[in-house]
């Protein structure tokens, strides 16, 4: 497959992956489901879910198969979501806040895209690193699940943000590239950057601009 034809279909894919996770997290949000995802409960289940869901996806993601489980993957990802939304949404702008934080992706998506078709230099070097940062994230998030500090909140999430979009630009110039010439493996590693940046731009938008009632 050639590298544009994977760029078209990882964008495609990237897209429609959108609809089961505004779903999951209007499902979640109306059920109040979230609220049973809090603490520990709430981290085991995020991480045996999202890890397991990445395990079938890469396992399938040379079959049709792994369409689907990467759209029930972004389904399960919208149901996480969900307790921040409902928490967002409980604000009186919390509405302008989600969109806010979605124009705000989009527009990190759109420059790290501009930008991996005219970068000439090589970014594999940066993967090492960024991984590096991605678990320094994760294990600062699992300790603040306990800690519940919202500066240590803060910090985590500008970290993530410029981490999250480092990351989205070095996913797409692979693929510009011809690095990775796998849409399913390539639509799930901007699904996550996309999805980490968003949450991160929320959690800090409804730290710094939520208005209370």
Do not use: C
């Amino acid at each position: 497959m050639d590298r544009n034809k994977v760029l078209r279909n990882t964008y495609g894919l990237l897209a429609l992956s959108l609809v089961p996770t505004v779903a999951g997290a209007w499902i979640g949000v109306i059920t109040g489901m979230a609220q049973f995802f809090h603490g520990w409960l709430g981290l085991l289940v995020f991480l045996g879910g999202a890890f397991g869901f990445m395990f079938a996806i890469e396992k399938n993601s040379h079959r049709a198969a792994g369409v689907y489980i990467l759209l029930a993957f972004t389904f399960f990802m919208g149901v996480m979501l969900s307790g921040l939304i409902a928490s967002i949404l409980g604000l009186r702008n919390g509405v302008a806040l989600i969109m806010t934080a979605f124009a705000g992706t989009a527009s990190i998506f759109a420059a790290m895209a501009g930008l991996s078709t005219v970068i000439r230099r090589d970014l594999s070097g940066m993967g090492q690193w960024l991984f590096v940062g991605v678990l320094a994230i994760l294990v600062g998030g699992v300790i603040n699940v306990f800690v519940g500090s919202t500066a240590a909140m803060m910090a985590l999430s500008v970290a993530a943000i410029g981490i999250f979009s480092a990351l989205m630009l070095y996913d797409l110039k692979r693929i510009v590239d011809g690095g990775e010439d796998n849409y399913i493996r390539a639509t799930l590693a901007l699904y996550l950057d996309a999805f980490n940046v968003f949450q991160s731009l929320l959690a800090l938008l409804g730290i710094f601009g939520g208005e209370h009632d």
